[in-house]
T-cell receptor, first 112, second 113 residues
Framework: KQEVTQIPAALSVPEGENLVLNCSFT??????LQWFRQDPGKGLTSLLLIQSSQREQTSGRLNASLDKSSGRSTLYIAASQPGDSATYLCAISGAGSYQLTFGKGTKLSVIP | SAVISQKPSRDICQRGTSLTIQCQVDSQVTMMFWYRQQPGQSLTLIAT?????????ESGFVIDKFPISRPNLTFSTLTVSNMSPEDSSIYLCSALRNENTIYFGEGSWLTVV
């Protein structure tokens, strides 16, 4: 059974800092990995999707990497802004499945 | 991007009652799912809502407790039956389009008292 772990559980940084969020998983037989953002009282917004054959994806100030062999993914946020404050969730779909297994998330606070 | 609307967005329910959550997608999607997010926990898949047939439930979830309907390609309902305080959670509907793109609704926040 796939298990997804996110470290740290919470992170507070001053505005402008670059930061890295970590995600690890136990089963490397994945279909894809996604990073989501969840704002308080809101649903989930997909940020980046990495297919199992890819090593990274970039969107604006966000860069996500995937290393299947070590069971790890990172989400890099450059030049953080207060508007980046949210909970970031890592989710994995297994081979042949569209169902997602989620980590517990990292709650990010960017201090102005 | 797909727009997913959920109703109700929030509700306070009495113990022992049942509540049906509706999920409407603005266009046809291939698959729909229901997730639960208990306080302080991650999202857990309840079931896959199958169009025109019975939902496929994950381990730990049963049809009697969480009956699901999906009468067409854009609409699904999840009922939380005979609620107890342990059912207090956020219930999220999600939809899959184009094999890779998954969208989520804003969730239904249920508190059982």
């Amino acid at each position: 059974k796939q298990e997804v772990t996110q470290i740290p559980a919470a992170l507070s940084v001053p505005e402008g800092e670059n930061l890295v969020l970590n995600c690890s998983f136990t089963d490397s037989a994945i279909y894809n990995l996604q990073w989501f953002r969840q704002d308080p009282g809101k649903g989930l917004t997909s940020l980046l999707l990495i297919q199992s054959s890819q090593r990274e994806q970039t969107s604006g100030r966000l860069n996500a990497s995937l290393d299947k062999s070590s069971g790890r993914s990172t989400l890099y946020i450059a030049a953080s802004q207060p508007g980046d404050s949210a909970t970031y969730l890592c989710a994995i779909s297994g081979a042949g499945s569209y169902q997602l297994t989620f980590g517990k998330g990292t709650k990010l606070s960017v201090i102005p | 991007s797909a727009v997913i609307s959920q109703k109700p967005s929030r509700d306070i329910c009495q113990r022992g009652t049942s509540l049906t959550i509706q999920c409407q997608v603005d266009s046809q999607v291939t698959m729909m799912f229901w997730y639960r997010q208990q306080p302080g926990q991650s999202l857990t898949l309840i079931a896959t809502a199958n169009q025109g047939s019975e939902a496929t439930y994950e381990s730990g979830f049963v049809i009697d407790k969480f009956p699901i309907s999906r009468p067409n390609l854009t609409f699904s309902t999840l009922t939380v039956s005979n609620m107890s305080p342990e059912d207090s959670s956020i219930y999220l509907c999600s939809a899959l389009r184009n094999e890779n793109t998954i969208y989520f609704g804003e969730g239904s926040w249920l508190t059982v008292v």
